[in-house]
């Protein structure tokens, strides 16, 4: 079989216009915690367009005139890897120009004036209750699963309930006016998630400090070829953080693969990228941005953490 035309064409994202981006699709409602992510990444005035699933957001986030982007959750350091979201990124055409790590941190919240007393009942996305049963199981409360976390603040606010709350973001706490009278109720500290920011591929421009790139690549599936390509990138020093398989349809138990890969600078990126296309059939640049910064993320947790023990 003739292998097929490579797609790894170094894009010249230095020549690209700047584009300043003020509203992004998001999967949720206002105060959810993709808004959350999109605000650490463009800032507090960042416009969203709320999506009902992550389908929406890729096709909103593809046309120029509902918005300027897309925000996506791609793995989840409790839950693994959103496969679905995987699918919707190899045929979006979208590029990736960042990352969000977001810490999850689940509040209890009510109307004010409410006490702990007063709940009879608690709201949340069935997740995230799961995720508090620790503190949740102290209390002989109804739990209802809703679809959303921040759905949930929102009908709480909207119904005026004084024996209602709901689990959600501090976010959704300041945008629906409720008061967090449990904070940080959440039973695991450490669950993050990490989430996608995606531009229309006209729309990229230079990434100061880029040192991170996705990639897919499938091989000929001969013997040892894909530990030639693993091979390729240790011996370039490049850092593997992630290698994601998918079959690939239409194929006998055949694999491409996703890869997320961290790198010193672009020559080194671009130099390990030609040394494994005579291993492949195909590569597809996802593409290539600046890492999200894990190390800082894991400090904050441990702050948090010592900070709860000294209390």
Not at 86 to 92: E, P, V, W
Not at 116 to 136: K, N, T, W, Y
Not at 140 to 163: F, G
Not at 281 to 289: A, C, L, N, S
Request: hydrophobic share 40%; with cysteine; proline share 3%.
């Amino acid at each position: 079989m003739n292998k097929q035309q490579h797609t790894s064409s170094i894009p010249d994202i230095s020549l690209k216009p700047n584009a300043a981006t003020h509203k992004v699709s998001i999967q949720g409602f206002e105060g959810c915690f993709h808004q959350e992510a999109a605000r650490n990444f463009f800032g507090k005035t960042v416009g969203v367009v709320c999506c009902s699933t992550f389908k929406e957001v890729i096709d909103i986030a593809k046309n120029k005139k509902e918005s300027n982007g897309g925000v996506m959750a791609i793995e989840n350091s409790i839950a693994g890897s959103i496969l679905p979201n995987y699918n919707l990124l190899q045929k979006s055409n979208l590029t990736i120009v960042g990352e969000v790590y977001l810490q999850i941190n689940q509040h209890l919240m009510v109307n004010p004036g409410v006490q702990l007393a007063d709940i009879r009942e608690v709201h949340s996305h069935p997740m995230a209750i799961q995720q508090c049963f620790g503190f949740l199981d102290k209390y002989n409360w109804k739990l209802v699963e809703k679809e959303d976390t921040a759905l949930s603040a929102k009908q709480v606010h909207q119904h005026r309930s004084k024996h209602v709350a709901a689990i959600a973001s501090k976010l959704a706490a300041e945008i629906y006016g409720l008061d967090i009278i449990a904070p940080n109720i959440h039973t695991l500290k450490n669950n993050y998630t990490r989430f996608l920011i995606l531009q229309r591929e006209e729309d990229v421009q230079m990434i100061d400090g880029a040192n991170k790139a996705s990639i897919n690549f499938h091989t000929d599936h001969s013997k040892g070829s894909l530990a030639k390509v693993l091979t390729q990138i240790a011996e370039e020093g490049i850092n593997l953080s992630k290698l994601q398989s998918f079959p690939i349809p239409g194929s006998d138990f055949k694999y491409s693969f996703h890869a997320d890969v961290e790198f010193d600078n672009l020559k080194q990126f671009y130099n390990v990228i030609k040394k494994i296309e005579p291993f492949t059939e195909d590569i597809k640049i996802y593409g290539v941005y600046k890492n999200g910064n894990m190390p800082a993320l894991h400090n904050a947790i441990k702050a948090e953490e010592k900070a709860s023990l000294q209390k």
